[in-house]
């Protein structure tokens, strides 16, 4: 088991909803129930059960506008699965900092880096107090391996890097995940700051995966969709999504090696051999980089 969540400050309950998850009484987390939250909504598509009404409603609203969005999520996981398998495994990669973990599911990235290596060390963040509820499940490590939870902003990368050092040796090389969580950083000055703060922090031979929203793939019908939910999203929702060209998304990468195939949809990233076609493209870029 590894330590503790870093609690947030104390503050008072603030879920109303009857139709939500349990939560304790004496929950000092303050839950917005009147807004869709992306780990709970993400959560909901993933067919989980840690969201409440309103985000219910968000999700199935932007299932029938748009139904790849189902398999944006699944894709952007299983995305996960292959490339943590590849880091810690033909890459040596004993550490992880998972930044925006969303709420625990199948194959955390502890989880599927622990199979490979059993000593691996997971340091997860987020800032969603669900999520912070919820982290239990993600401090199942069994020794030789730790996991740990940190409630913060991906936008204080400085306070990250500091509480994961209790956890993490940086001046050994740790993989930095990114996953679906860049397009809720509006600005790309700033984005592009935070990525590069934070792989400053890490040594040669670390990397960066991420996957991002974007409109630069699929055709018309697609790209439509998409941008109708994102609009919808962003009329309702407690914080913008933005999505980026594949240009702005590769700007992530400069100054490390991409890795093959390079910045592709999610689902064609090594996927798995089968005897039939490549799967179909989903909207969402993917891409692992090493550090030089
Ligand atoms: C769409 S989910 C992705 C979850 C997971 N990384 C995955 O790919 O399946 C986005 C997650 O990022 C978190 N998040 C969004 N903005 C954040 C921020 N500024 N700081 C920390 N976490 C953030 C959300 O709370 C949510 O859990």
């Keep these: 088991m590894g330590s503790h969540p870093h609690m947030p400050q104390q503050e008072t309950s603030l879920v109303t909803d009857h139709d939500s998850p349990r939560l304790p009484d004496e929950s000092p987390l303050k839950i917005d129930t009147t807004v869709p939250h992306s780990a709970r909504v993400w959560n909901h598509l993933l067919g989980g059960k840690d969201n409440y009404l309103v985000d219910r409603q968000a999700a199935d609203r932007y299932r ?32 992880f900092l998972d930044i925006g973990t969303g709420l625990p599911t199948m194959d955390n990235t502890h989880e599927v880096a622990q ?7 997971v340091v ?38 500091s509480a994961a050092a ?9 993989a930095i995940m990114l996953l679906g969580i860049l397009h809720f950083v509006s600005d790309f000055t700033e984005v592009r700051q935070i990525v590069t703060r934070l792989l400053d922090a890490v040594p040669s031979g670390s990397y960066l995966a991420l996957t991002h929203a974007t409109y630069d793939i699929g055709d018309q019908a697609t790209v439509q969709a998409n941008v109708e939910v994102h609009q919808d999203w962003n009329d309702n929702a407690a914080v913008p999504i933005t999505a980026r060209t594949r240009h702005e998304i590769r700007r992530f990468f400069d100054g490390l090696e991409l890795l093959e195939p390079g910045l592709v949809s999610m689902s064609r990233w090594r996927p798995e051999a089968t005897p039939w076609d490549e799967p179909p ?12």
């Design 166 to 174: 209790k956890t993490l040796d940086f001046s050994k090389p740790v």
């Design 64 to 95: 029938e506008i748009f139904p790849q969005i189902v398999d944006i999520a699944r894709t952007d996981r299983a995305f996960l699965g292959r490339a943590v398998r590849y880091l810690a495994g033909e890459a040596g990669i004993r550490q």
């Design 115 to 121: 199979r490979v290596a059993p000593e691996s060390r």
């Design 281 to 292: 493209e989903v909207a969402g870029f993917c891409g692992l980089g090493r550090k030089p």
């Design 124 to 161: 997860y963040v987020d800032n969603d107090p669900l999520v912070l509820l919820h982290a239990h499940a993600l401090l199942t490590s069994t020794p030789p391996g730790v996991t740990d939870y940190i409630e913060a902003d991906l936008r204080e990368p400085d306070e990250i890097l």
